[in-house]
């Protein structure tokens, strides 16, 4: 087990884990603890909080407890935290990207579906190159 105060990062199969600590801002809805770290550039990081639910399922004369897997998504941008939860949210964030993230959006609807996590990493990647652009 992890002592948090001690752990502020850690590599797991090649992924980089921080720890974040929302205590002290006003995001009660984020959750503290260790984030998947996405870096796509210095201006935009892609945070992924892996937890599972528990699901209480009753069958015939039996009670059981189920986990099904689930992940937040948080970006760090314009030096504050955002969670992301619909394309709304993420497209808010980049007004000016704004027809570039639908299209992405439409072209990549099967892995939206399909693998979430992937899909947020590209989205994150490809958003990070219309913002460096922006840069130059």
Request: charged share 25%; proline share 4%.
């Amino acid at each position: 087990e992890l002592i948090k105060s001690k752990t502020a990062s850690f590599s797991l199969d090649g992924r980089k884990f921080v720890h974040l600590n929302f205590n002290n801002t006003p995001l009660p809805e984020f959750i503290n603890g260790y984030y998947e770290w996405i870096s796509a550039g210095k201006n935009l990081q892609l945070y992924i909080k892996h937890y599972k639910n528990r699901i209480e399922v009753t069958k015939g004369d039996g009670f059981f407890t189920n986990y099904e897997p689930s992940d937040s998504f948080v970006i760090w941008y314009k030096n504050a935290y955002h969670q992301i939860r619909s394309q709304q949210d993420y497209t808010a964030r980049f007004p000016e990207h704004k027809q570039s993230i639908d299209s992405f959006y439409q072209n990549n609807y099967t892995m939206r579906k399909g693998d979430p996590k992937q899909f947020m990493r590209n989205l994150v990647a490809f958003t990070g190159t219309l913002i460096s652009k922006d840069l130059q």
